[in-house]
């Protein structure tokens, strides 16, 4: 399954006129790869996750999330695609203070009629995916920022999402810390089979990414297929 972006244009009322955050984009980020979005603030990298993610309807062009356009979809369908096929990793983890790691992910947990005991096996399977199986009963104060980063991650994936869609992960970590979250992102995708987008500002680490798109004034540049 893939991600499919086509000729993507978003504008936004400024003042008597519009502003154009995204300006034709087209990208494809087939299942098990990684497209890594760069650029400085304000180049429309954040407009680009929210249109991909169905939280905000482009003024034109196709998106296709695993085969599924989602042009036509009502506001209920476009929520059940994303809870059902679509993995959100935010900037901040924004973890409930009062629940321990495994308990982060059974929230999330869309059930769909699967019993409360695979909740709980999904969930310590993912913990243990992202190195945190011996940290499945500690809540957000018990760990590392780079720590509470994966539980986000593996949140994301609880239910096995197609598309995952990761904002800034290593924004509030250090150099050591960012390395090691952006690997396992890799790692994830992979092993999962994701078509994942990765917005960030480091460039440092993105040697593993399938393709390094830069982002300028709304406008996408993605890299020749060699």
Same mark, same amino acid.
């Given at each position: *399954?893939?991600?499919? @972006?086509?000729?993507? $244009?978003? $504008? &936004?009322?400024?003042?008597?006129? !519009? @502003? $154009?955050? @995204?300006d034709r984009v087209a990208l494809d980020v087939p299942a098990g790869t990684m497209a890594a979005i760069v650029g400085p603030s304000g180049s429309g990298k954040s407009s680009l996750l929210a249109v991909a993610a169905t939280l905000v309807t482009p003024d034109?062009?196709?998106v296709l999330v695993a085969g599924t356009s989602t042009g036509e979809l009502s506001r209920a369908e476009k929520s059940a695609l994303r809870r059902e096929r679509v993995g959100i990793v935010f900037q901040q983890p924004n973890l409930l203070p009062s629940l321990t790691s495994a308990e982060q992910l059974h929230v999330?947990?869309? *059930? /769909?009629? !699967?019993? #409360?005991r695979q909740? !709980? /096996?999904?969930?310590?399977?993912l913990l243990a995916a992202v190195g945190l199986a011996d940290k499945a009963d500690? !809540? #957000?104060?018990q760990l590392s920022g780079g720590q509470r980063q994966r539980v986000n991650i593996a949140r994301a994936l609880m239910n096995d999402p197609d598309v995952l869609l990761v904002d800034e992960p290593t924004s509030a970590l250090d150099h050591e810390r960012g390395a090691a979250v952006l690997d396992l992102i890799v790692r994830l995708t992979r092993e999962r089979g994701t078509a994942t987008v990765l917005v960030t500002h480091d460039r440092a680490h993105l040697t593993e990414a399938d393709q390094v798109c830069e982002m300028t004034d709304g406008?996408? &540049?993605v890299p020749a297929a060699a």
């Open positions: *399954m893939t991600l499919t @972006l086509d000729t993507v $244009t978003l $504008t &936004y009322q400024d003042g008597d006129g !519009r @502003l $154009t955050a @995204l034109s062009g196709q999330m947990a869309h *059930m /769909d009629g !699967r019993k #409360p909740v !709980r /096996d999904r969930a310590h399977e500690r !809540r #957000p104060h406008r996408l &540049y």
